[in-house]
């Protein structure tokens, strides 16, 4: 008779298969009727959603709860935001950011979110930020992967020291290379950082992950220049952009042109919906754009697109609360993507597709890949869309991590059920 350490049983996973799945040390050991094999630990899932953790794209884990010091955003613009994490960097302490990401990575690991990518800004001199997350990459390493990428916040060039800091970051450790073309002082030196960046990345064998085109600019071109340097460095499938704003505003027949350029490069896109429809088009009266990327053409196209938190309590964003459903909650609204199809595709953007653009290895519910997955009260993906429910239990590499009781409102209405768990399935 089989054995494991831990027994999910009747779970419906994202596709709608209903399975058991045992699990030994860090790995799926079996799916499948499992009935009568016996197990350390048994956890009951029938009738609700197991699925694969949540991964994060994009995040700044180095600024994350520390909304509101030294004061607060008052315009809501990404140019306040930068400048007020310019005067929050030097005043915050390497132990202040360890011990605000680890605070974030309980959050997350409650939502069942085990991986992270996130930015960490290597323009400032004493590498405090770099210093601090190599520490929490390492500290959560048993239960939540984190991966980094060096992030030059205030320019590669237009920082007079950011070059050197972000090679030095690289060589202490850091995962990815970052960059953020768009803020340089021309659209020349966005181009050269684009491919001096790209250039680094190709003879470290890392890959990118810029800031790209985080802009309401229709005429912004750094999309562009990123895709030409993937392409004409061998690093297809390696390159993501982050935001990609422009996009959204730029002239539709350029716009046919560059989604071919983004294919052939096999480049992901990464769209921040809290953020950008949050931070764009402050500019703007009426009509007021919403600064989101084109997610459905660029999906059309057969582009990898992976919904990004970026942000939760920091000198941006005073809202978020690690939850990958809330993501695409908004995400699923501003794109408009309502079909029952689409639903289910925001859902895998947030889980399998985030995966892949992360490059994590082993990620996903079949026997053989480590046991990481989440137990979610709903019945299905979209809804847990609409509910964006509690995650009733968390395993992270073979261990439970996180567990929280269903919680069901009680009503006192005369005539009526006695509770009420807001579910609802189609039929
Ligand atoms: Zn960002």
């Known amino acids: ?21 045992g699990i030994r040390g860090d790995r799926i050991a079996g799916m499948g009727d499992l009935a009568g094999a016996e197990a350390g630990e048994v956890i009951d899932a029938t009738g609700d959603l197991v699925s694969p953790p949540f991964v994060d794209p994009h995040f700044h884990m180095d ?3 520390s909304y509101g010091t030294p004061r607060i955003n008052a315009s809501g613009t990404l140019l306040e935001g930068i400048a007020l994490w310019g005067e929050l960097k030097q005043l915050t302490t390497v132990d202040e950011m360890v011990e605000r990401a680890l605070t974030y990575c309980d959050w997350a690991v409650s939502m069942g979110l085990l991986a992270v990518r996130s930015h960490v800004d290597t323009c400032d001199d004493s590498l405090k930020g770099v210093e601090a997350m190599l520490h929490v990459r390492e500290a959560v390493k048993p239960y939540l992967d984190l991966q980094l990428v060096a992030f030059p916040q205030d320019g590669f060039y237009r920082d007079p020291t950011a070059r050197a800091n972000t090679l030095h970051a690289l060589d202490m450790g850091v995962d990815v290379v ?5 803020f340089e002082r021309t659209m020349a030196e966005g181009a050269a950082s684009v491919r001096e960046l790209c250039e680094i990345a190709a003879a470290r064998g890392l890959l990118v992950d810029m800031h790209c085109d985080e802009t309401d600019d229709p005429m912004s071109r750094h999309v562009e220049a990123l895709a030409y340097e993937t392409t004409r460095l061998g690093l297809q499938g390696r390159v ?3 935001h990609l704003t422009s996009m959204h505003s730029m002239d539709n027949y350029y716009v046919s042109k560059l989604l071919p350029l983004m294919a052939e490069a096999e480049l992901a896109a990464i769209p921040n919906p809290l953020i950008n429809i949050t931070l764009q088009g402050r500019h703007d009266t009426y009509p007021k754009r919403r600064g989101l990327t084109r997610v459905k053409e660029m999906q059309a196209a057969g582009l990898a697109v992976g919904w990004g938190q970026d942000c939760v309590r920091d000198p941006w ?14 995400g699923l609204h501003v ?7 689409e639903m289910l595709r925001c859902f895998d953007m947030v889980t399998r597709v985030n995966a892949g653009i992360l490059h994590l290895e082993d990620y996903g519910l079949a026997e053989g890949r480590l046991a990481s997955l989440v137990v979610l009260d709903a019945g299905d993906p979209i809804e847990a869309l ?11 590499k073979g261990r439970v991590v996180s567990r929280k009781a269903r919680n069901d409102a009680a009503l006192a209405l005369p005539g009526r059920p ?10």
Request: include cysteine.
């Open 386 to 396: 609409r509910l964006r429910p509690d995650r009733l239990c968390v395993i992270s």
């Open 240 to 242: 993501a952009g982050s």
């Open 418 to 427: 006695g509770s009420v768990r807001r579910r609802h399935p189609v039929g």
């Open 1 to 21: 008779m089989a054995s494991f350490d831990i027994l999910v049983t009747g779970g419906t996973l994202p596709d709608g298969t209903v399975t058991d799945i």
């Open 335 to 341: 794109a408009q993507m309502t079909s029952p199809e």
């Open 178 to 182: 970052g960059g953020i073309p768009h």
């Open 63 to 65: 600024a994350t709860l």
């Open 317 to 330: 964003y005073s809202l978020g609360t690690g939850d990958m459903l809330d993501v695409a909650f908004m």
